[in-house]
């Protein structure tokens, strides 16, 4: 078992590139995450994917889009990258049930600087 | 309505001495919680985590928390602190029924020698 796998592992934009960061777990969990972290402010939830087929809104989308390609992967795009977009990237996964709570694995992580 | 707060952003140890991290809930329902670890440049990995069974939850590397209901809170504690402690802590909160765990800000343990 890989668990969560993200690639790359380094970046480097320029303001304006467009880039997509790619993750995928084989733990055949429903619901995946993207999140940013940045020095003081935690991790913060970007887009969530509850189960395949969708997905939402966290509590810093703008200036993302996601994809839910199938139930292993789960992409993260920035179509016109900034300044402010310079950050560690997580994906993360959960598989849910209705008895009990799962635990949430993460990715190695995603740095991304953009000049 | 789910919530965690992680009262202190930095606790500093010396090696061999007791480590506590603290942490309030707020959760509507029966709460799940979680204490993750990131050291340095690294992803975050599973320290413990309850989940309604024993209010006592032993985790890796001789880590333990204590779920208090009526105290809503969840301290991460360590008899002896080792140099390979120091790292960034996370206290989780996840309600049944919510996709979505919700992150303290995280407490930075330095080890000193």
């Known amino acids: 078992n890989a668990g969560v796998t993200q690639t790359p592992k380094f970046q480097v934009l320029k303001t304006g590139q467009s880039m997509t960061l790619q993750c995928a777990q084989d733990?055949?969990?429903?619901?995946m995450y993207w999140y940013r972290q940045d020095p003081g402010m935690g991790l913060r939830l970007i887009y969530y994917s509850a189960s395949e087929g969708t997905t939402d809104k966290g509590e810093v989308p703008n200036g993302y889009n996601v994809s839910r390609l199938n139930k292993r992967e789960f992409s993260l795009r920035l179509e016109s990258a900034a300044p402010s977009q310079t950050s560690v990237y997580f994906c993360?996964?959960?598989?849910?049930?209705?008895?009990?709570?799962?635990?949430?694995?993460f990715g190695p992580g995603t740095r991304l600087l953009v000049l | 309505a789910q919530s965690v707060t992680q009262l202190d952003s930095h606790v500093s140890v010396s090696e061999g001495t007791p480590v506590l991290l603290r942490c309030n809930y707020s959760?509507?329902?029966?709460?799940?919680l979680f204490w993750y670890v990131q050291h340095p440049n690294k992803g975050l990995q599973l320290l413990l985590k309850y989940t309604s069974a024993a209010t006592l939850v032993k985790g890796i590397n001789g880590f333990e928390a204590e779920f208090k209901k009526s105290e809503t809170s969840f301290h991460l504690t360590k008899p002896s602190a080792h140099m390979s402690d120091a790292a960034e802590y996370f206290c989780v909160v996840s309600d049944l029924g919510s996709y979505i765990p919700t992150f303290g800000r995280g407490t930075s343990l330095i080890v000193h020698p």
């Open positions: 993360a996964s959960i598989g849910h049930s209705r008895l009990m709570i799962e635990t949430q694995y």
């Open positions: 959760s509507s329902y029966s709460p799940s």
């Open positions: 733990m055949n969990h429903n619901s």
